[in-house]
């Protein structure tokens, strides 16, 4: 890694090695602990949680981004969502029931996810247009491989504890504050080493130019039809993609699956991804960045069949965990790289706010769909089989688009 990027582009990946750890023990660890601290559904109170959540951030990040674009502003309002994930997430290892355990958990995910709206953005500072696909596989892939470090940690500690007299559900907690350790650690070198080059100069009523400003951004992605179709197919499929992540894990202890089969396979996930995300950054470049969302789109759609008809114990399980890693970094890497291309940048916080909010609308739908028929019916696959259309709609909006933009 050292050897392929300058310091300013190295420190913007660590950023993606730092909060992908508490992204990973949030999918994994975090769900399995809440799961213990209830009696009903692990699937319905965990999907309201992240459902929360989603709307929390899509609500406040284009305003927030358009802020943001404002000189001297990003890096601010990085540090503060990162912050504020940070602390929420070491004050999970407290003792608490499960009410409390998520409104702590929501202001964590809003921290991170808030973070990584301002960190996309400082793609465009921390490298040229040429780069930005590789560089932004890179992030990716050394998150998920740099995650597993203090989450193998975690594990480790979790099911060896009892060894040295943690059970584990104080072993549990402990893991939420190694994380938060990392994650801290990790954001050091973006914020000394990456700064905000492409802003609006300040104004006297920046609010005002804030909120005017938001309004330019939507006429404008309205008006340009590439960059709609984009969004639109954007907002489809990464519904799909977040709700796969953030609901695998009570999915498969819905079922019965043993909790130590679930993280294994979860950690199969992240290996397989580091690769896989890497190849996709150079497949990008050769066959296209449009070409491989295609691909990956369509994987993802056929997985999501595979996941509501064949899913049944730990086998499938594993199946299931090594196809997503196959596609999952190379699928969010692209999409971030492609959109950047098509924005300006001096504008980049604002239109990455709006990026957001259609990833975070798209969360919450899936989330919502997955909770509310599983509730309803009592069948988690009718849940993850409603998914597949919108895998659908994102194919047919990429295969409208123009193929010239890359």
């Not at 104080?170 to 893991?175: D, E, M």
């Amino acid at each position: 890694m050292a050897n392929r990027m300058n310091n300013r582009e190295r420190s913007w990946v660590l950023y993606d090695v730092g909060n992908s750890a508490f992204v990973m023990l949030s999918s994994t660890v975090a769900p399995i602990y809440f799961g213990s601290l209830i009696t009903g559904s692990v699937v319905v109170g965990w999907g309201y949680a992240e459902t929360i959540a989603s709307l929390i951030v899509a609500l406040l990040m284009p305003f927030l981004g358009s802020l943001a674009d404002f000189q001297g502003n990003k890096k601010k309002f990085f540090i503060g969502a990162a912050g504020t994930g940070i602390i929420a997430c070491s004050a999970l290892s407290i003792p608490l029931g499960a009410i409390p355990f998520l409104v702590l958990y929501i202001i964590a995910a809003v921290g991170v996810n808030s973070s990584m709206v301002f960190y996309d953005a400082f793609l465009i500072d921390a490298t040229e247009p040429h780069n930005y696909d590789s560089l932004s596989s890179k992030g990716y892939a050394w998150g998920y491989i740099g995650s597993l470090v203090p989450f193998l940690l975690c594990v480790a500690l979790i099911f060896g504890g009892e060894a040295i007299g943690l059970d584990k559900a104080s072993a549990t907690r402990i893991s939420f504050l190694i994380t938060a350790v990392w994650w801290a650690v990790f954001t050091i070198p973006m914020i000394k080493n990456v700064k905000q080059l492409h802003f609006k100069p300040h104004a006297q009523h920046s609010l005002i130019q804030a909120f005017s400003g938001l309004a330019k951004t939507m006429r404008s992605i309205i008006g340009n039809r590439t960059l709609l179709l984009f969004m639109l197919a954007f907002f489809c499929y990464i519904d799909g993609v977040h709700t796969i992540i953030k609901m695998a894990t009570s999915y498969g202890t819905e079922l019965g699956i043993d909790s130590t089969q679930l993280i294994m396979a979860l950690v199969a996930t992240q290996v397989v991804a580091f690769p896989a995300a890497l190849a996709f950054g150079k497949l990008a470049s050769k066959l296209s960045a449009r070409t491989m969302l295609i691909v990956s789109v369509a994987a993802y759609a056929l997985i999501t069949l595979y996941a509501a008809f064949f899913l049944k114990g730990a086998t499938e399980f594993w199946i299931l965990a090594i196809s997503v890693g196959l596609f999952q970094g190379g699928i969010q890497a692209l999409s971030r790289s492609y959109f950047g291309k098509l924005i300006p940048k001096d504008h980049c916080n604002e239109y990455f706010g709006f990026f957001d909010i259609f990833g975070k609308y798209a969360s919450i739908i899936g989330t919502f769909l997955v909770s509310s028929i599983t509730h309803i019916t009592g069948n988690a696959s009718l849940g993850i089989l409603s998914i597949t259309v919108l895998f659908v709609l994102g194919l047919v909006f990429l295969f409208l688009m123009p193929k010239a933009v890359e």
